[in-house]
């Protein structure tokens, strides 16, 4: 795997299908599989992302195991693969977060957060995510 800089200045990671960067935190709500999250103010929490604030746009990854509720482990892939969170996507296609929480290949509304989270995964891009994290600041 290599790490490069891209033509304008964005940090670019070319990892194989099999690595990634993982962590387990404890959810702050219901989390489904393939949620962005953002970092909770207590350590080690995390909660479903949104495009709302900016503080729930802050994404630090996508969830790769669900969490019922508040207090549940969840799995995070912060940088790489996150199998298994995509269904009948194409090759190559960016996802970004969703308005409400979610992935969508659609930006986001006006005045709202573009954060792209990442690619469908070259090497299994059917259901495979690859999590390359790029916040774009406000849609105009």
Avoid: C
Avoid at 9 to 31: F, H
Avoid at 49 to 68: L, Q, R, S
């Amino acid at each position: 795997s290599s790490i490069t800089f891209d033509g304008s200045g964005q940090l670019q990671a070319n990892t194989s299908a099999s690595e990634r960067v993982k962590k387990t935190y404890l959810a702050m709500e219901a989390i489904a599989i393939g949620d962005p999250v953002y970092p909770g103010s207590t350590a080690g929490r995390v909660g479903k992302a949104d495009t709302d604030t900016d503080a729930h746009a802050h994404v630090i990854g996508v969830a790769v195991t669900a969490a019922a509720s508040a207090g549940d482990p969840v799995d995070v892939v912060l940088l790489g693969a996150a199998p298994g969170v995509l269904s009948g996507a194409s090759p190559n296609v960016a996802y970004y977060l969703k308005d409400g929480g979610g992935l969508t290949t659609s930006l986001p509304a006006s005045t709202k957060r573009w954060i792209q989270i990442g690619y469908s995964n070259a090497d299994d891009y059917v259901t495979d995510l690859t999590v390359q994290i790029i916040d774009r600041g406000r849609k105009p």
